[in-house]
C-alpha cells in the first residue's frame, strides 16, 4: 500500500455464473447472477484500504446524515422510513406535504462542472490526488468466467 500499486496477480475474479431462481432457462445469460470470487489477499489489501478511507469519507461534507448508501445499518428502507416519518410529522402537525419522487438515474451526466479557475484547480487536485489512491485497486481488473460444460473465457474491464 506504500507504493501505491497493487499486483496484478490479485485483480483476477473467478466469476461463476448461478442461476438466479431454480427452474429457469439456465441457456439464457441473463437469468444467471454472476457470483465474483477475489483471491484472499485481495480482499485482505482491499479492506485495508476501506479502513483508511472510510472515516475520511464519512468525515466529508459531501456526506450527509441523511445519506443511507455505504453506512453501516442505514438501507433503502431507513430512508423511506426517514421520509415516512417526515411525511406523518407533517401530516399530524396539519402541515401540507407535498413528496415528489425524482429519477435520478442519469443524474451525473447533467453534472455542471467548476467554470472558474480556482474551483476546477481545487476538483482536479482533489480529483488527481484520490484517483492515484484508487486507480492500482480498480484499473485492469480481470473476471475469468467458468461455465459447466465449456472452457473459461477471461475477460478485461478497464
Known amino acids: ?23 429457469l432457462d439456465s441457456s439464457s445469460p441473463g437469468n444467471d447472477r454472476p457470483i465474483s470470487n477475489l483471491t484472499t489477499v485481495s480482499k485482505v489489501l482491499e479492506r485495508l484500504a476501506l ?19 455505504y453506512r453501516k445499518g442505514h438501507s433503502t428502507e431507513t430512508a ?6 417526515g411525511v406523518y410529522t407533517a401530516a399530524d402537525n396539519k402541515q401540507v406535504t ?19 479557475p480556482a474551483s476546477a484547480a481545487a476538483v482536479r487536485v482533489w480529483r488527481d490526488r484520490h ?3 484508487l486507480a492500482p485497486f480498480i484499473s485492469e481488473r480481470q473476471d475469468l468466467i467458468r461455465q459447466t460444460g465449456s472452457a473459461s473465457v477471461t ?3 478497464a
Open 131 to 133: 484517483t492515484a489512491i
Open 155 to 157: 475477460s478485461r474491464r
Open 80 to 85: 423511506l422510513l426517514e421520509v415516512l416519518d
Open 98 to 116: 407535498v413528496l415528489v419522487g425524482l429519477d435520478l438515474s442519469a443524474a451525473f451526466d447533467t453534472v455542471d462542472r467548476p467554470r472558474d
Open 1 to 23: 500500500m506504500q507504493t501505491g500499486k497493487f499486483p496484478a496477480s490479485y485483480k483476477q475474479a473467478h466469476v461463476l455464473p448461478l442461476l438466479k431462481k431454480p427452474g
Open 51 to 69: 479502513t483508511r478511507l472510510h472515516p475520511r469519507l464519512l468525515g466529508s461534507a459531501n456526506f450527509t446524515e441523511y445519506q443511507s448508501a
